[in-house]
Structures are given as C-alpha cells and as structure tokens.
C-alpha cells in the first residue's frame, strides 16, 4: 500500500519569506512523486514531479520540490512566498511500477497563507 | 488547462435518487479518473478508466458505478445516493506518454462537481 503524510493542516508564511509545505511518503519500491495546487472553487492544478535523477526538481511559478529518499520527504519550498500563493497545496505518490492503474495517492492537504 | 469539462457544475439531490455526473474531455488522453474530495482525507480515487469499456474499481468505490462508452466521456452514476455520499467530484485525465503503462505523465483535473444529497 502506499501512503502520504502532510503533517501540517496550515502554514502561515509572510510575503517575501521563504516557504517550506512538507510531505511524507511510502511506497514500495522507487516513488513518483507529485505537488498540486488548488484555488477555491477550482481543480487541482499541476505543479511539478519527481521521476529520477536530481533530486531539487523545479516546477511552475517558482516552486521547487526537494526529493530526499532517506527520509522519504519530498517537501515543496518556494525562496519568496507571494500572497498570490495562497491556496491548498497536495503532495501525490504514485509507484514506479504499477501497471495500468496509475493510482496517485494524495495527502489530505496543506493550506498555505501569505500575509501580506 | 487542459479540456476537461465536468456537468453539472452543482447539484442538490434527495436521498435515494440516481445521480450521473458526467467528464467530457477534448484532449483524447487514455486514461480517465473519478475522484471524491472531503476536508481531512484528500483527493480519494472512486473508479478509473484505462480504455473505452475498460474501468477499475477505487479506493471508495462502493455506492458507485462507472461507464466509458467513448473516449471523451466517464460517466459517474450514483446509483441510490445517501447523505454520506455529499462531496465534491473531481474528474481526471492522464496521458499514456512514451512509457507505456509505468509513463509518469500528470493527471489533470477538471473544476468538479459540487453535490449535496440532502
């Protein structure tokens, strides 16, 4: 079975501060990992994925994701938070090999605020 | 963003009654998605579809049946809807990519639906 482990519900940051949205994983074998950002009233939206090779993947709008197969995270950062930022924040863990299904387990969601 | 258009958009239903919701996708991506958003769990995975007449039961799929007679469509049906079955629905696409089946292409979503089972 695989899981996912966002231990924050909020995080606070103010504007032009870095940002840091953690995420845990587990998942037998090597993981695909993805972030996705939700604004009200919308769908999930696309941020970036973890395949292999460099573990600092870079994504939309500034965002950047740090794999660490150690400690099974994959926490999203951001080096200048903007209050356009704010929003609901999802990390996604998919199984290397995992034929048709293609399942995406999600976590259950951070949602971040920017102060202005 | 992807063409992905989700109907209705918002629906208020009585207990017992069916309910299709219904994906339409522009894109003619293989692989289609149900999902199930409440506060505290996620985005949790109803049925999917790898193909025309090809779909798989989810994590949540009891209450719920599925059908793909086109590339374009999945329909969501609640057969007898219930109270605990009030959530926003979110449909999903994804590509097959250069992979095959291990390709690690995103999914992506529609807008949902929004229904209330009163």
């Known amino acids: 079975a695989q899981s996912v482990a966002q231990p924050e519900d909020q995080v606070n940051v103010a504007e032009g501060n870095p940002l840091t949205v953690k995420c845990t994983y587990s998942?037998?074998?090597?993981?695909?990992l993805f972030w996705y950002v939700q604004y009200p009233n919308r769908g999930l939206q696309f941020l970036l994925k973890?395949?292999?090779?460099?573990?600092l993947v870079k994504g939309s709008y500034g965002f950047e994701a740090e794999f660490n197969k150690s400690q099974t995270s994959f926490h999203l950062k951001k080096p200048s938070a903007l209050v356009s930022d704010s929003a609901l924040y999802f990390c996604a863990v998919r199984a290397k090999y995992s034929g048709s299904a293609r399942q995406l387990t999600f976590g259950s969601g951070t949602q971040l605020t920017v102060l202005p | 963003d992807a063409g992905i258009t989700q109907s209705p958009r918002h629906k208020v239903t009585e207990t017992g009654t069916p309910v299709t919701l219904r994906c339409h996708q522009t894109e003619n991506h293989r692989y289609m998605y149900w999902y199930r958003q409440d506060p505290g769990h996620g985005l949790r995975l109803i049925h999917y579809s790898y193909g025309v007449k090809d779909t798989d039961k989810g994590e949540v799929s009891d209450g719920y049946s599925v059908s793909r007679s086109k590339t374009e469509d999945f329909l969501l049906t609640l057969e007898s809807a219930t109270s605990s079955q009030t959530s926003v629905y979110f449909c999903?696409?994804?590509?097959?990519?250069?992979?095959?089946?291990?390709?690690?292409?995103?999914?992506?979503f529609g807008d949902g639906t929004r229904l209330s089972i009163l």
């Open positions: 999903a696409i994804s590509d097959s990519g250069q992979g095959g089946p291990d390709s690690n292409q995103p999914q992506h």
């Open positions: 998942v037998s074998g090597n993981p695909y």
């Open positions: 973890y395949i292999t090779g460099d573990n």
